[in-house]
Every structure is written in structure tokens, then in C-alpha cells.
Nanobody
Framework: QVQLVESGGGLVQTGGSLRLSCAAS????????MGWYRQTPGKQRELVAA???????NYADSMKGRFTISRDNAENTVTLQMNSVRPEDTGVYYC???????????????WGQGTRVTVSS
């Protein structure tokens, strides 16, 4: 059973920083793209940032220049460094990962339980 566990959320003041971490564990044959998504009331879960197995990254426009996603393949972890945060960054952040659990099975998307980020003014 694959698990993704997020940590690092909390309350932060506008302009401050947070570092979110996500660790994947369980039966992992290969770990492909990993990413962070944000959920806010009344909106669909949206992409914040993603990084593939080759290190290529993709960011939502509002996060470019402020957030940095990185991964440690040896530890099966992905982090999101959030700098210069704004109130609109508030939401529940979910870690996701595309994982193959068996060599002859296609990869599936897995999700963590989420970690809440609240940016106050």
C-alpha cells in the first residue's frame, strides 16, 4: 500500500515562508511525476507545481518566482519551498505522485491527506 504524507503547513504572515514536505512510502517500483495541488472552497483542486523524474518543473503562473519544487529521488520525497506568501495562497495543499507499484502495471496517481496553509495579513 502506497502512502503519501505531507507536513509543514501552518499559519504564516504575508511575506513569510513555509516549507512543505511530502514523503512517499510503501510498495514503490518507480516514482514518476510528483506535484503539489491546492484546494480552496468553491474551486477545483489546482496545480501549484510539479516535477518529473528528470527534474523538469512546472509552476502555476502566480507561483513562479516565489515557490520552488524539488525532489529527492533516493528518499522518495518532494518539497515545496513557499516564499513571499500572499493571502491568496491560503488553502489545503495536497501532495500527488504517479507511482508504479508493479513493473507490468501502469502508473497510478496517489494523493496525500493534505496540509493546510493559512496566510494572514
Amino acid at each position: 500500500q502506497v502512502q503519501l504524507v505531507e507536513s509543514g503547513g501552518g499559519l504564516v504572515q504575508t511575506g513569510g515562508s513555509l516549507r512543505l514536505s511530502c514523503a512517499a512510502s510503501g510498495s514503490i517500483f518507480s516514482l514518476n511525476t510528483m506535484g503539489w495541488y491546492r484546494q480552496t472552497p468553491g474551486k477545483q483542486r489546482e496545480l501549484v507545481a510539479a516535477v518529473d523524474s528528470g527534474g523538469r518543473t512546472n509552476y502555476a503562473d502566480s507561483m513562479k518566482g516565489r515557490f520552488t519544487i524539488s525532489r529527492d529521488n533516493a528518499e522518495n520525497t518532494v518539497t515545496l519551498q513557499m516564499n513571499s506568501v500572499r493571502p491568496e495562497d491560503t488553502g489545503v495543499y495536497y501532495c500527488s505522485a504517479s507511482i508504479k507499484t508493479l513493473y507490468n502495471k501502469p502508473p497510478l496517481d496517489y494523493w496525500g491527506q493534505g496540509t493546510r496553509v493559512t496566510v494572514s495579513s
